[in-house]
T-cell receptor, first 113, second 111 residues
Framework: DTEVTQTPKHLVMGMTNKKSLKCEQH?????MYWYKQKAKKPPELMFV???????INESVPSRFSPECPNSSLLNLHLHALQPEDSALYLC????????????FGPGTRLTVT | DQQVKQNSPSLSVQEGRISILNCDYT??????FLWYKKYPAEGPTFLIS?????DKNEDGRFTVFLNKSAKHLSLHIVPSQPGDSAVYFCAGGAGSYQLTFGKGTKLSVIP
């Protein structure tokens, strides 16, 4: 099973809303990632969790708040977003330390109105 | 500064022929490279990888070649099939968790 699942698939939210994106994997991977991808651009790393601890934050604005409740789950809490935050948000996981292949979920298409 | 460059935004190939996708990098610290394939409205799918200690890795119809002195890698798909039509991303990594992706090349395989 090399599946990473993400919910919801699509999300439309206003600038004053609070919402959360969810990601789950059952491959026993110990590293999980959030990426943001705009149209016709490569994925851009936002956060990395290793063994459920935040290890990399790529200077992401505080209106994005990641959470890793356990080794299988990764959340991204959203609050007071801007229209320019509209993008495809991708979750990925990998076996752990070092460079192992990252497996991506299908993404959540977020639109901020 | 773009550390990973895919200079061809698109490529069209006839079914059955070879597709060659190219990628150049500038970061000499990269020691691991991956290719991902992405269909519209889906996340990237891992395709094949290569460590910097190798110059070739093969998996079925897919072969990745690495030329470290030229800081260049390429993905060969033989024979190309219509289902291979997608955007292909090259990514480099340097021992941390962080992958740096190129902008992608859209491959169209014409039946």
């Amino acid at each position: 099973d090399t599946e990473v699942t993400q919910t919801p698939k699509h999300l439309v939210m206003g600038m004053t809303n609070k919402k959360s994106l969810k990601c789950e994997q059952h491959m026993g991977h110990r590293a999980m990632y959030w990426y943001k991808q705009k149209a016709k651009k490569p994925p851009e790393l936002m956060f990395v969790y290793s063994y459920e601890k935040l290890s990399i934050n790529e200077s992401v604005p505080s209106r994005f708040s990641p959470e890793c409740p356990n080794s299988s789950l990764l959340n991204l809490h959203l609050h007071a977003l801007q229209p320019e935050d509209s993008a495809l948000y991708l979750c990925a996981s990998s076996r752990g330390q070092g460079l192992y292949e990252q497996y991506f979920g299908p993404g959540t298409r977020l639109t901020v109105t | 500064d773009q550390q990973v460059k895919q200079n061809s935004p698109s490529l069209s190939v006839q079914e059955g022929r070879i597709s060659i996708l190219n990628c150049d990098y500038t970061n000499s610290m990269f020691d691991y490279f991956l290719w991902y394939k992405k269909y519209p409205a889906e996340g990237p799918t891992f395709l094949i990888s290569i460590s910097s200690i190798k110059d070739k890795n093969e998996d079925g119809r897919f072969t990745v070649f690495l030329n470290k002195s030229a800081k260049h890698l390429s993905l060969h798909i033989v024979p190309s099939q219509p289902g291979d039509s997608a955007v292909y991303f090259c990514a480099g990594g340097a021992g941390s968790y962080q992958l740096t992706f190129g902008k992608g090349t859209k491959l169209s395989v014409i039946p």
